[in-house]
């Protein structure tokens, strides 16, 4: 039936064209931003994702523990170092202060240096810190830090039996005797150090494996939450196109049906 009060083809134009109009407009939505628009995704993808995305933050707080794990125990391997090398040049010191040929002004610069040389190894082990945190110092503490979302621990072993060298080294080279006796005293602190770089090796090590596995683990979680909410970028091009032409043939349709009246008026005309 034809009519000038009900245009049932224009209204259902018009319902195909403001639906083909709201698909484009979700469409460029997504392409713009590269991710699902929540209307388009279910409770459950949300929860998930939601849940995805309090993983990542929690991975990142534990990088951040463990980054700071890194910088406290390489400042203590930096300190066990130097202490390392210092030894050496003591050693050095103690070696040609134990020769009975020494003037008595040989002795004494001897004497000087050696103790400058001591004085750089008690600067270097209290230097050797990093937030407030010191793994060679006398009486210093391991450090426990969070290695997982879950909350498990992982503990940083001191060796704070560097920080008693300096003490037992007190002695000096003032006389070929002492000297003598320096030198035992500089070999048992050379195992001190290797003993203590060795410790702190093993904590370097151990923190660089579960940095690299909680980075491993928050990259599949990345990967999972982005197959969840990211947008398939190619498919949904492809869509937009069909869903444009879509669009122009509802709009053509509309105009085609709101032309209806004027066909009917042209049947009065004479």
Known sequence: MSSINTNSGALLALRNLNAASNQ???????????????????????????GLESDLKAFDAVQQGL???TGINSAAIAGA?????????????????????????????????????LGQITAAIGNANYNGRNLISSGSQSVSLTTSVTGGQQTLAN???????????????????????????????????GEALGTLGANQKAVEFQSTFSQTLANAVTEGLGGLVDTNLAAEAAKLQAL???????????NIANQRPQTLLSLFNT
Do not use: C, W, Y
């Open 24 to 50: 484009v407009d979700r469409s460029l939505q997504q392409t713009a931003t590269g991710v699902k628009p929540v209307a388009a995704t279910d409770a459950s993808t949300l929860s998930v994702g939601d």
């Open 67 to 69: 980054s700071s794990a």
């Open 81 to 117: 170092t130097t202490v390392s090398d210092l030894l050496g040049s003591l050693k050095a010191k103690a070696i040609a202060a134990a020769n009975p040929a020494n003037t008595p002004e040989q002795q004494a610069a001897l004497e000087a240096d050696f103790q400058s040389h």
């Open 159 to 193: 060796a704070s039996s560097v920080g008693g060298i300096p003490s037992s080294l007190g002695g000096g080279v003032a006389t070929t005797g002492a000297a003598a006796s320096m030198l035992t005293a500089i070999d048992a602190a050379s195992v001190v150090v």
């Open 244 to 254: 444009q032409v879509k669009q122009s043939l509802s709009g053509g349709t509309l």
